[in-house]
C-alpha cells in the first residue's frame, strides 16, 4: 500500500494508476493522500515492495510540521526518507536546503547544501543542518544574521526547550554598535542575556573589555566582566582598570559608568604629546 510506512488508515486519490508486473504502482496526474494525522501531494507517485517515491511539487502537512521538496523517496527497509531539490521544513521557524535524510524512528534528520534556518528576525546560513524537534545543530561556518547583528563561528546551535543560541569555536561579531570574538557565545532569546567564553573581547568605539567570562544583560545595559580589564579612552589618555569583578553600565553610543569589586587596580596613560625634532 502506498502509506504503509505510516502504518496508519489512509486515502488516497489520483488521475490515473498503472500497475506493472504486481511489483510497481504507479500513480499519475496528480496524487493526493489523506489520513488523520497526514496529508501529502505530489504530481506523480511510484510504489514498489521496498520504496515509495514522491515526484514533482511534494507538498507534506503533519499536526507538527510542513514540508515541500521536488522529490521525496522513502526506503521502506531502512525506514529513512531522503529528499531533494528545493528542501523547505517549515513550523513556526523554517528550514531550506538542497538535499535531506530523515530518520524515521530515531525522528531526526540532516539537511545538505546551501542551508538557511530562518525565526522571525533572525538567518542563519550554513552547509549541513542535523535536527530533530528539539534542537538544530547548523554546520560549516555558519553564519548569524538579525538587523542589528552579524555572528560567524565554528558551528551554531539552537535548542528550543531554553530559547538558546549556542556559537562555538572562532566566534566573531559585528554589531551596529560594537564588534568583537570569543571562543563560544551563548545567547538566550527569552531572558536577553549574552554569555562570551573563552578569551572574549569586545570593542566600542575606543574603548575595549576583555575578561574571563562576560554577560551582557541586553535588557538593561549592563555587562559583568570576570577577572576582567576594561580599557577607556579619553581626551588626556587612556583608563585602564582591572579587578576580580567589573560591572560596566553601558548606552548605545558609549560607556556611561565602571564598578571594580574584588582586587581593583587601574593605570592611567597619558597621550604623547611630543613632536618629532626637526632637522
Known amino acids: 500500500m502506498i502509506l504503509f510506512f505510516l502504518m496508519i488508515p489512509y486515502k ?22 489523506y489520513s488523520d494525522e497526514i496529508y501529502i501531494r505530489a504530481k506523480e507517485a511510484f510504489q514498489t515492495d521496498t520504496s515509495l517515491a514522491l515526484i514533482d511539487s511534494v507538498f507534506l502537512k503533519s499536526k507538527n510540521f510542513s514540508m515541500s521538496s521536488n522529490v521525496l523517496n ?6 529513512t526518507i531522503f529528499g531533494k531539490g ?12 538542497d538535499s535531506l535524510v530523515f530518520f524515521k524512528e530515531e525522528e531526526k534528520g540532516i539537511l545538505f547544501g546551501s542551508l538557511i534556518y530562518t525565526s522571525d528576525t533572525i538567518e542563519v546560513k550554513g552547509e549541513r543542518a542535523d535536527f530533530c524537534k528539539d534542537s538544530i545543530i547548523i554546520k560549516g561556518k555558519p553564519e548569524f544574521k538579525t538587523p542589528s547583528i552579524t555572528i560567524t563561528a565554528d558551528k551554531t546551535t539552537y535548542t528550543l526547550k531554553d530559547s538558546t543560541y549556542k556559537f562555538i569555536s572562532e566566534v566573531i561579531f559585528n554589531h551596529r554598535d560594537f564588534y568583537g570574538r570569543s571562543g563560544k557565545l551563548l545567547y538566550n532569546i527569552n531572558k536577553n542575556i549574552s554569555t562570551l567564553i573563552n578569551e572574549p573581547l ?5 574603548d575595549s573589555i576583555m575578561g574571563e567570562i562576560i554577560t551582557v544583560d541586553h535588557k538593561t545595559n549592563i555587562l559583568r566582566a570576570l577577572y576582567g580589564k576594561v580599557a577607556t579612552q579619553t581626551k588626556e589618555g587612556k583608563n585602564i582598570v582591572w579587578g576580580d569583578t567589573i560591572n560596566i553600565y553601558y548606552n548605545k553610543e558609549t560607556i556611561d559608568s565602571v564598578l571594580v569589586k574584588g582586587n581593583p587596580r587601574g593605570r592611567f596613560i597619558k597621550n604623547d604629546t611630543t613632536s618629532g625634532r626637526s632637522s
Open 12 to 33: 488516497i486519490s489520483s488521475g490515473t494508476v498503472e500497475i506493472i508486473d504486481r511489483n510497481q504502482t504507479i500513480f499519475k496526474g496528480g496524487v493526493e493522500i
Open 74 to 79: 522513502y526506503k521502506i527497509p531502512f525506514k
Open 86 to 97: 528545493n528542501i523547505k521544513i517549515w513550523r513556526e521557524d523554517t528550514l531550506k536546503g
Open 202 to 206: 569586545i570593542v566600542k568605539n575606543k
